[in-house]
């Protein structure tokens, strides 16, 4: 087995289709040397095959042999040598996954430089400074990322280095000063780890490969592969690369570019770079960026050279492309490329406009394919309402949206905050990748310092999150920040705009988006992939609901949840006289007063959905959830006493009490404790039907019966449904009128065939399913198990929020399969929350389900993933799969 390939290697395919083996950034630059011929400085990728092994077992026999084998040729090509006292070649050591990572794992620049190297850079650049300048920066990275020296008592020794100086600013410092400051730094990493710091380049860079594997498992990389649902065994390649220097004067540079805006879509370059610098120093936001456009003044035969590439680029890839380079003497080198990551609002522009780009020609099913759940969700972010506030300050424009919380200035803090339930807006100088699992709970994000492509914008942008950067106006100290006379401390709402880059005290109210043209296309688009394939409603229990899930395209109610309806605060005193009745009459008087109002909600909702299906759920949870608690009331009693009423709502409470609620009176065991409460709704429903079709129009009802285990009770529930429709026959004939059963236990799967004889259709309830298939209970589950079950790999996903394929999963194959054997005409629908879900989606999608349902803010995503799992399918049968649906 081949571990190690040279960027100039011959592959049998093109190099950017093998990031399974390469790594995003190894297949890439590959793509760029051996295809695009780039001026790329030349190197070597360590496979991701090499990073399985070392995980598994340690260093792989023959890797050494492979490097030292691509070292020699690196040398040669670079006519210099690693670790050559009079004139060293230097590389970089940079992590590379199959997808882009931004930021979590480890990277190591200068790698080579040692007390000796050091002087022969010196003496082959004539400059002093650039040469120490280089050897502090290796040493601070590597002490920090290899050695685990804390980068904070790096970043003192620096300091105290500049205050020595009476400087503020790391240039001003000179080659005397920097030589002491890494004869501090190699004083630290004595202190540290009790050795000197290596000096053998052979040593370092064997160090630095390993490092850069053993970051793939470090705790930022492990949380960011959680929250993107991206595999924990992919592993991560190493990229080994002669270094570019954009710091040796004002002659070099180094920047991040994009071919297009990657937060609006524009047509054009964009980006960031600096004058002198190294890459780190661009992201890092420790220095003020300067645009991209600048660079037509400074270097303007490098920026046309660039902007040539940023079109080859896009062409080649047909793409938007995220691009590192550096300028070293007046020449350009590119030094990364990748799809970039975008904001929703330019995902959306961008998939639309390169339909008709004459260089690109995307498809629609191409445009279609480009867009994730995270784009659409982006562009339905909330934003500030109009009106008058007061600005605190300022910054850049770096994710649109905006968000309200409490200030927070640490990471660990901000998790904590959120898991107390509040909402929080994290606030740093600048971001670091140690800060994720803060971003992560955040409702926004605001920094101090940094670009437009600094870890903090690049993060926020790909997770959709607001962000403010580069509020340089603000002064963090501790646990509060400043602007001006304003002080703000932990624990106060502001509210930021990521879309101006507004930063306010206080709570701003927020509204809902405008969502741009471009969505409407390409969920057009999805739509005509997706017909006759998948369908999507909408869960809704009001009319207000009902009709904002029509608006973003719901094709009927999966799933109305009567028991909502009971909640208000005319309806539930009727429910609790119902509970407390102690006589038939009573009961039915009770009974009654609900049909109206129930009638009157039901009536709504068809409205809003005319000429669409809405399936209707009868009253699904346990009676105790209308009553008051137990040890409420009881403390009442014991205080100041019990009103009749009270006294009678305490015994109802203890008589309807469970230990395990989930587990008990509920679903239709409550119909066939009280028969005529299912009767009574669905009378209520008919007579709504009834009167919307005297009204000219058009409603189509779905009655279910939810948790059903067996034909028999189906049987007997579907009866009860059946008489209150007959006795309803005089207003509502004519009425299409269907009955099924929401499957949410095993058994129900298990049984599905013989439960479908009585059934007109199944819909998946796969929240209940989740609960009793994995044993756990999705109320109690979240805090104490979620989290260390996820990081220790124990579950790949939360299988509340992606259906756990190979449990849940089989059951809902199993079911549909049974029930359609049993009754081939049965319709197949799920209404949990999984419904929404793009990877869930795709697994209806294959077990032959008929719709999904979902919350009415999840069906633009319900459409695009349907629609997705569609092409999947498509690929899958070009592949020599077969498309049966």
Known sequence: ?????????????????????????????????????????????????????????????????????QLVALEKAMDKR????????????RSGAKFSMPGMMDTVLNLGLNDESVEGLAKQTGDDRFAYDSYRRFIQMFGKIVLDVPGDAFEHVFEAAKERTGTANDADLGADDLAQVVQGFKELV???????????PQVQLRQAIEAVFSSWNSPRANAYRTREKLSHDLGTAVNVQAMVFGNKGDDCGTGVGFTRDPSTGARGAYGDFLVNAQGEDVVAGTRATQP?????????????????????????????????????????????????????????????????????????????????????DSVLHPQFAAGSRTVLTKGLAASPGGGVGRAYFSADDAAEAAARGEQVVLVRNETSPEDIHGMAVAEGILTARGGLVS????????????????????????????????????GDVISIDGSTGEVVLGAVELTVGTVPDEFTTVLGWADEIRAGHLAVRANADTGDDAARARTFGAEGIGLCRTEHMFLGEDRLPVVREMILAFTPEAEEAALEKLRTVQKADFLEVLEAMDGLPVTVRLLDPPLHEFLPDVEQLAVTQATV?????EAQLLAAARWWREVNPMLGTRGVRLGVIKPGLYAMQVRALMEAAAERA?????????????????REELALARSWVEGAIEEAADTSSGIDVTIGTMVETPRAALRAGEIAEVADFFSFGTNDLTQMALGFSRDDIEGRVMGPYLEQGLLAHNPFETIDTDGVGELVRLAASRGRSAKPGLKLGVCGEHGGDPESISLFFDAGLDYVSCSPYRVPIARLAAAQAVLAARGAAGAGGSDTR
């Open 1 to 69: 087995m081949t571990f190690v390939y040279a960027f100039d290697h011959r592959h049998p395919q093109s190099p950017m289709s093998l990031k399974d083996l390469l790594g995003g950034k190894g297949a890439n630059l590959a793509e760029m040397t051996s295809v695009l011929e780039l001026p790329v400085p030349p190197g070597f990728t360590i496979s991701t095959e090499a990073c399985r092994s070392y995980m598994a077992g340690g260093w792989p026999d023959g890797l050494s042999g492979e490097v030292d084998n």
């Open 82 to 93: 690693l670790g050559d006292p009079s004139d060293p070649l230097l590389v970089s050591v």
């Open 190 to 200: 004595q202190e540290h780890t009790g050795a000197a710091f290596p000096q053998d």
């Open 292 to 376: 991209l456009s600048d660079l037509a003044e400074l270097f303007p035969a490098v920026y046309d050279e660039l902007v040539a590439i940023f079109g080859r680029l896009e062409r080649h890839y047909r793409d938007m492309l995220d691009t590192e380079f550096t300028i070293e003497q007046g020449k350009l080198w590119m030094l990364q490329t990748r799809v970039g990551k975008r904001t929703g609002t330019a995902a959306l522009r961008m998939a639309v406009e390169m339909t008709t780009d004459d260089h690109i020609r995307l498809t629609p099913a191409e445009a279609v394919s480009r867009i994730t759940a995270d784009h659409l």
């Open 455 to 490: 870890h903090a914008a690049v993060v926020a942008r790909g997770w959709g999150k607001p962000a403010v950067c580069g509020a340089e106006e603000i002064r963090i100290d501790g646990a509060s920040f400043s602007i001006g006379d304003t002080t703000v401390s932990e």
């Open 641 to 645: 006493g019990l009103s009749e009423t």
């Open 694 to 710: 005297a009204a000219g129009g058009t409603p189509v009802v779905e009655v279910m019966i939810p948790l059903t285990i067996s």
